[in-house]
């Protein structure tokens, strides 16, 4: 029996969070949803929005189709109202979104109580107060270089095969291609940290798998919120900041993978109240 999440889960869990209304069931207004899918949709017009990319946070007003998760709870009726947790399907000349669930307003109090008139603020300030919460170092500080890792050529690179010989690896199509950032420490905001430098190991690539990472330049200055290597989950989908077990082998100390890893250093008094807010994550 799946267990029912809390409706702090389904936010972290939902990037695109709305009241709604339904205006039509088993119908779409998208034209990719052929249909045979159309008994598992409906349209909602959009009535104010919670939390979402910058890219949604113009829907309000608009219809927009919802495929429904299977067994996702009480059924909805034509004209009723619910707040919708979902995550982007399909754009095209409407909106089509994934529910993670939906639930009567009345029992959204958390999602209610966090609109706000900028939902895209909502998200982002989520965003950095999960990767807050689960830093292991979180520092100000000043780019002083950037270096190709000394083990680049080797680590992750090459293999000894059955007969002792050492053979290079293909390289994935995804390679990180890792850079370190060295990084002059103003001051530590979270966690130990002695030094007066710290080593970030980040991805250099514009991959699809890469392209969102912080990538670092000499001379930047801000706020680097910073984890141990931390490998993707064994089952489920890839998590935004992990790496395979294979690229764990060519990473080493602190790293720097989501968008939200790095702000700027104007942001420090608003990083220190979401730090001070935000529950801890045991990392191990």
């Known amino acids: 029996m799946a267990t029912t999440k809390n409706e702090e889960e389904l936010i972290d869990e939902a990037r695109f969070v709305f009241k709604g209304s339904v205006q039509k069931l088993n119908a779409s207004n998208v034209a990719e949803v052929e249909a045979v899918d159309k008994s598992k949709t409906v349209i ?12 949604f946070a113009d829907q309000i007003g608009r219809d927009v189709t919802v495929k429904l998760r299977s067994g996702g709870g009480k059924k909805l009726k034509a004209g009723e109202s619910a707040v919708f947790y979902t995550n982007g399907w399909i754009m095209a000349e409407n909106l089509g979104v994934e529910e993670v669930a939906h639930r009567p307003i009345e029992a959204a109090t958390r999602a209610m109580s966090a609109a706000s008139a900028d939902p895209a603020r909502n998200l982002a300030e989520r965003d950095v107060q999960k990767r807050l919460s689960s830093a292991d170092v979180v520092i100000t500080g000043k780019v002083s270089s950037i270096r190709i890792p000394e083990d680049a050529q080797t680590r992750g690179m090459l293999s000894e095969s059955a007969d002792g010989t050492t053979q290079h690896k293909p390289v994935s199509e995804h390679d990180p291609e890792w850079r ?49 290597t931390q490998e993707e989950p064994a089952t489920g989908k890839r998590a935004m900041g992990t790496v395979t077990s294979e690229e764990a082998e060519t990473t080493e100390a602190f790293t720097a993978l989501h968008p939200a890893d790095f702000q700027p250093l104007k942001k420090l008094t608003q990083v220190k109240t979401l730090m001070e807010a935000a529950p801890e994550t045991d990392n191990d």
């Open 44 to 55: 909602v017009r959009v009535d104010e929005i919670i939390q979402a990319p910058e890219a």
């Open 180 to 228: 370190e950032a060295v990084v002059e420490v103003a001051d530590v905001e979270k966690g130990p940290h002695a030094k007066k430098n710290i080593v970030i190991r980040f991805p250099s690539s514009e991959d699809v798998r890469w392209y969102k990472a912080p990538k670092f330049v000499p001379g930047q200055e801000g706020i680097f919120i910073l984890h141990k």
